[in-house]
C-alpha cells in the first residue's frame, strides 16, 4: 500500500509540473467545448472545423492524444487536429480526456460516449453525420480509441467506420510489451502507471485487443495503423496488424523503420520544441506518416 501511495504521488507531481506547459500552447487548440454530464465532471474537447466548408453534413473524426494515460494534453494535437478538418472536409474533434490516476479505465471511453451522443443530439445544428464517424489517437490515445472500439463491438455496435491507430499499446500484459528494446515507449514510472491504469481489467479484449479471438476481430472496421522500428511498442503493434489482416479487416498498413515512439506528436509546432526526439529527420518522417493517414481516413471514413 505505502509503495502505491508513493507511486500515485509521484505521478500527481510530475502531472502537476506539466499543466503551465498544457496552458501556453492553446494557440491551436481550436474551438475549446465543454459538455456537463449528470453526477460526472463536464468532458472537455476541441473542435476544429474545415476552412473551407463542405457541401452536406461533415464526417467526425475523434483524435486522442498521447502520454501514457497519465500526462498529455489535447493541445499537443491542434495543428493535426485542424490539418485533418482542411484536407478531409470533416470535424475534427480533439479529446481533451482526464487523466489517470484519478479517472481509471474505462472512465475515459465514458468521456467519448458522451461527445458522441452530444454530436448525434446536435448534428443538424453542428452539421455533422455520425453515421460516418471515425476514431484514432497516438500511443496510449490509440489504446483509448481501440478499447472504445472494442466495447462497442462487444455491444454488438459497430459504431466506428474506421480506427486510426498510431503506435498503440495493443495489450495491457507487460509481457507483450519489448522489454529488451532500446527504445522504451515509456520510462518505469509510467509503465507502472500504466498498469494501475486498466483497473484490473488488462485481460480483457477491450483492454488487451491483441488477445481478441478472430470472431470479434473480423468485425472491425477499417483500420489505418502505424508502427515504429525505434519503439518497444513495435513488435506487438505488428503482430496486431498480421491478426487483422489474417481476419480480413480492411486495413491500411505501415511501419516506419527509423521513427521512434512519439514521432508524429513530437515533430509538430504544438509540442516542446527541445525535445530530444525532434530532428529533422524525425519530422520528415512525420510528414510522410500524416500524409499516410490522411489517404487512409479518406478512403475509409
Given at each position: 500500500?505505502?509503495?502505491?501511495?508513493?507511486?500515485?504521488?509521484?505521478?500527481?507531481?510530475?502531472?502537476?509540473?506539466?499543466?503551465?506547459?498544457?496552458?501556453?500552447?492553446?494557440?491551436?487548440?481550436?474551438?475549446?467545448?465543454?459538455?456537463?454530464?449528470?453526477?460526472?465532471?463536464?468532458?472537455?474537447?476541441?473542435?476544429?472545423?474545415?476552412?473551407?466548408?463542405?457541401?452536406?453534413?461533415?464526417?467526425?473524426?475523434?483524435?486522442?492524444?498521447?502520454?501514457?494515460?497519465?500526462?498529455?494534453?489535447?493541445?499537443?494535437?491542434?495543428?493535426?487536429?485542424?490539418?485533418?478538418?482542411?484536407?478531409?472536409?470533416?470535424?475534427?474533434?480533439?479529446?481533451?480526456?482526464?487523466?489517470?490516476?484519478?479517472?481509471?479505465?474505462?472512465?475515459?471511453?465514458?468521456?467519448?460516449?458522451?461527445?458522441?451522443?452530444?454530436?448525434?443530439?446536435?448534428?443538424?445544428?453542428?452539421?455533422?453525420?455520425?453515421?460516418?464517424?471515425?476514431?484514432?489517437?497516438?500511443?496510449?490515445?490509440?489504446?483509448?480509441?481501440?478499447?472504445?472500439?472494442?466495447?462497442?463491438?462487444?455491444?454488438?455496435?459497430?459504431?466506428?467506420?474506421?480506427c486510426v491507430l498510431?503506435?498503440?499499446?495493443?495489450?495491457?500484459?507487460?509481457?507483450?510489451?519489448?522489454?529488451?528494446?532500446?527504445?522504451?515507449?515509456?520510462?518505469?514510472?509510467?509503465?507502472?502507471?500504466?498498469?494501475?491504469?486498466?483497473?484490473?481489467?488488462?485481460?480483457?479484449?477491450?483492454?488487451?485487443?491483441?488477445?481478441?479471438?478472430?470472431?470479434?476481430?473480423?468485425?472491425?472496421?477499417?483500420?489505418?495503423?502505424?508502427?515504429?522500428?525505434?519503439?518497444?511498442?513495435?513488435?506487438?503493434g505488428r503482430r496486431?496488424?498480421?491478426?487483422?489482416?489474417?481476419?480480413?479487416?480492411?486495413?491500411?498498413?505501415?511501419?516506419?523503420?527509423?521513427?521512434?515512439?512519439?514521432?508524429?506528436?513530437?515533430?509538430?509546432?504544438?509540442?516542446?520544441?527541445?525535445?530530444?526526439?525532434?530532428?529533422?529527420?524525425?519530422?520528415?518522417?512525420?510528414?510522410?506518416?500524416?500524409?499516410?493517414?490522411?489517404?487512409?481516413?479518406?478512403?475509409?471514413?
Open positions: 500500500m505505502a509503495d502505491m501511495e508513493k507511486l500515485l504521488a509521484q505521478v500527481r507531481q510530475r502531472q502537476a509540473e506539466r499543466i503551465a506547459d498544457y496552458e501556453r500552447r492553446t494557440y491551436f487548440a481550436g474551438e475549446a467545448v465543454e459538455i456537463p454530464r449528470e453526477g460526472a465532471l463536464p468532458v472537455r474537447f476541441y473542435v476544429h472545423r474545415p476552412k473551407a466548408a463542405p457541401e452536406g453534413p461533415m464526417k467526425v473524426f475523434f483524435n486522442l492524444h498521447g502520454g501514457g494515460f497519465i500526462e498529455g494534453d489535447a493541445v499537443w494535437m491542434g495543428t493535426f487536429c485542424q490539418k485533418l478538418a482542411d484536407r478531409l472536409g470533416i470535424l475534427a474533434v480533439n479529446v481533451n480526456y482526464r487523466l489517470s490516476p484519478d479517472f481509471l479505465y474505462p472512465y475515459q471511453c465514458l468521456e467519448i460516449d458522451a461527445i458522441y451522443d452530444w454530436l448525434k443530439a446536435n448534428a443538424r445544428e453542428l452539421n455533422v453525420d455520425v453515421a460516418h464517424c471515425g476514431i484514432g489517437g497516438f500511443s496510449a490515445g490509440a489504446t483509448i480509441a481501440l478499447n472504445s472500439v472494442v466495447r462497442w463491438l462487444e455491444a454488438g455496435q459497430r459504431r466506428y467506420t474506421c498510431g503506435y498503440p499499446m495493443v495489450s495491457a500484459d507487460p509481457s507483450d510489451n519489448d522489454a529488451d528494446s532500446p527504445y522504451p515507449a515509456a520510462d518505469e514510472l509510467m509503465m507502472r502507471a500504466i498498469t494501475y491504469y486498466f483497473n484490473g481489467q488488462g485481460d480483457k479484449p477491450e483492454c488487451s485487443a491483441l488477445r481478441a479471438d478472430e470472431a470479434l476481430l473480423a468485425k472491425f472496421p477499417g483500420v489505418v495503423e502505424i508502427t515504429c522500428g525505434k519503439d518497444s511498442l513495435g513488435p506487438e496486431f496488424a498480421a491478426k487483422l489482416a489474417a481476419a480480413g479487416v480492411r486495413l491500411d498498413y505501415a511501419n516506419f523503420e527509423d521513427a521512434l515512439h512519439g514521432f508524429i506528436e513530437v515533430n509538430r509546432d504544438d509540442f516542446d520544441p527541445g525535445d530530444p526526439r525532434r530532428t529533422p529527420e524525425q519530422e520528415a518522417l512525420n510528414a510522410a506518416a500524416e500524409e499516410f493517414i490522411i489517404r487512409g481516413l479518406a478512403s475509409i471514413l
